[in-house]
């Protein structure tokens, strides 16, 4: 059986697997990669869909719910029936080492394809544990977008549906920026890479009745005429069908941080303390490694796992990013189509007009 690279974050994070098409929050669509890219990634992990039957090694071992594992040991198992035609299975094992692996049945990985109670499909048990070991890794995942012009780095966050995503694309379509994310990346504290096979594009339509651009239209009637289904199988829209006149940049020093909201017409600067509370917040609302049910089980088996501290990370790695950073301010505003000409201007690339360019 062939085996898949997939490379969600150059240099940073890759996964290995034998299921083609693999897709996740870390990215739909993603190219293939190769073993060379995946060894370079500081965060490697393997799922294997196979079908396997571990009941009797496991029959003697403590239970968590539905999950079973000896204490101090680095692997446990989740075996549930259904329908009285078979068992789910999981096995999940090598969380303290440097590439863990999934093992799942065919049964739990056709079955379960969202995020119900404690049932969670693949690609969200994946998602947890790469966000996971990520913080361990010194790296912390961020819901934001991502672009680069005339040499700053603006990181843009905010609520979903605020903004964010048509902000980056009108600067880079219309404005010329350098696309780095549109909906997740990943920072050290200082750096921000590229997450760029997300595509939260897809969902949103301006309803706003303001001046746009003619590509901003255009991309507003792709998105609305694709028709997309979240599915793991089949092609999917990505940022190169988008921004194909663009160049990707991935992995840039951020200067300037700005938080999106909407009501009224302000642009502030932010203090250390309000830019840390929204930012974590912003992010508690995304990542959901604190509340997955397959982490918590094997910490409760092996506590050396240490979810707690990946949250106090998370916290520091978030403040050496605020505090690095050149300006972090917040805009409001009204209409979502407003905030990529107030962007550009608070990091230092207003947008010339037409009639000056002309007078020149």
Known sequence: MKTYYYIASAGVLGIKTNIKNFGWSYGHNVPEGTSEQ??????????ELKEFNDDAEHEAMGKYHYFSGTPGADKIYYTRNYAGKGRMRIRAEGFLTDEPKITVNRAYYKLIIHRIMNLHSIPYIMTDLATLLLLKKGYAPIHCSAFKKNGSTLTVFAPSNTGKTISCMTACIDYGAEFIAEDLAITDGEKIYSVPWTNTFRDYSANDNT???????????????SGYLNKREGKQSDFTEYFSDTSLSTKNTVTHIAILERGGNLVRETTEVESL?????????????????????????????????ALANEREILTQLIRGSDKVFSVKKNNATHY???????????????????GA
């Open 211 to 225: 001046e746009r651009s003619s590509h901003s239209n255009i991309i507003n009637a792709l998105v609305t005429l």
């Open 340 to 358: 990529a000409k107030e962007l550009l201007e608070q990091i230092g690339s207003p947008i010339v007009p037409a009639a000056v360019v002309q």
């Open 38 to 47: 995946y060894e370079r990634c500081e965060v490697r992990m393997q799922v």
């Open 277 to 309: 509370q929204k930012i974590m917040n912003l992010n508690r609302y995304i990542f959901n490694y604190l509340r997955s049910p397959l982490l918590t089980a094997y910490e409760f088996f092996n506590p050396e796992l240490k979810i707690d501290q």
